[in-house]
């Protein structure tokens, strides 16, 4: 991934229209490996695909607030497995203000690091390993981008409670729109009741995020234009879909980002790794996974067709 050309097409994404986008291509493409990944009966990933593609989405939330509530991050005998292992470089604990946000942050960690560990459980010698996760780079490429820090400057999610927050931001929507993506596709009713409760989960931790962002709106209306600019940047990357939604206003508030039928909206896995990997022409690795993600399913959207 080019930072550069991800900054770049983001500051510019409000001049170009849903058709200038990159069309999207097959939901899951060609594997690190070159060699198809593994389908199911219906031609769609195996059940073990997509929750090795959810365990690396939850080794990057767990390695966030861990990091962030407890300074320390996930424990050498739940990073381990198949694919090519990788460090964590950014994190530390916060000094948070608020005992709210400092509990939030605690609670959520304490989920996300169960979650790897029923993942880790249910795939077993299957499981994916921890690949190389930035918690530094990666949060200033997409700050500059929004306009949070200008072009130069760092932006340290662990500065303080509200850049926390903001940085919680990026990943919980994110969480949630993956699980309801991938949902038609496991065909398993174990694993797609396991499925089930994660998103549920993610959900909730997403409108805890989402209001607390908001009661910090009420205080300072600089806020909501944070984070206006957090989910421009997102709905720009993920795909052509205009469907990422801020936190609305003081007087109107959007707490809950539904469709018109009042239900949470899903993403692709190609969409949703074109956010984590901050490009909208992505590849196979970027942003907060410089090297990609192990698994079968490690591909973006690829580059923009006109």
């Not at 949470?264 to 410089?290: H, K, M, S």
């Amino acid at each position: 991934m080019s930072e550069n050309r991800f900054i770049s097409d983001v500051i510019s994404a409000s001049a170009e229209t849903q058709t200038d986008r990159a069309q999207l291509t097959d939901m899951v493409v060609e594997a690190q490996t070159g060699s198809p990944p593994v389908k199911n009966s219906d031609g769609g990933p195996s059940d073990s695909s997509i929750l090795n593609f959810a365990l690396s989405l939850e080794y990057l939330e767990a390695e966030f607030y861990l990091r962030g509530a407890t300074g320390q991050g996930l424990p050498d005998d739940l990073v381990g497995g198949t694919g090519t292992p990788g460090p964590v470089s950014g994190g530390r604990q916060v000094h948070f203000q608020s005992p709210l946000v400092k509990n939030i942050a605690r609670e959520i960690a304490m989920d996300e690091r169960a979650h790897v560990v029923f993942l880790r459980d249910a795939l077993g010698s299957a499981a994916v390993a921890r690949p190389r996760i930035s918690l530094d780079h990666s949060f200033t490429a997409a700050a500059t981008a929004a306009g949070l820090v200008k072009p130069g400057e760092i932006f340290d999610p662990y500065a303080n409670d509200r850049n926390f927050l903001f940085a919680a931001f990026l990943f919980e929507d994110v969480g949630v729109t993956a699980f309801k993506g991938a949902a038609p596709f496991i065909s398993n009713k174990t694993y797609l009741d396991a499925a089930a409760g994660l998103l549920a989960t993610e959900a909730y931790h997403a409108g805890i995020i989402r209001a607390s962002l908001y009661n910090e709106g009420l205080v300072d209306e600089s806020v909501f234009d944070a984070v206006r600019k957090l989910s421009t940047v997102r709905n720009a990357v993920s795909g052509p879909a205009e469907d990422d939604q801020d936190l609305g206003t003081r007087d109107e508030a959007n707490l809950i980002p539904t469709d018109e039928h009042g239900r949470a909206f899903g993403r692709t896995p190609a969409e949703i790794l074109n956010i984590v990997y901050l490009d909208a022409q992505a590849g196979a690795a970027g942003g907060f996974y410089p090297d990609g993600i192990n698994g079968t399913i490690v591909h973006g959207t690829g580059p923009r067709t006109n």
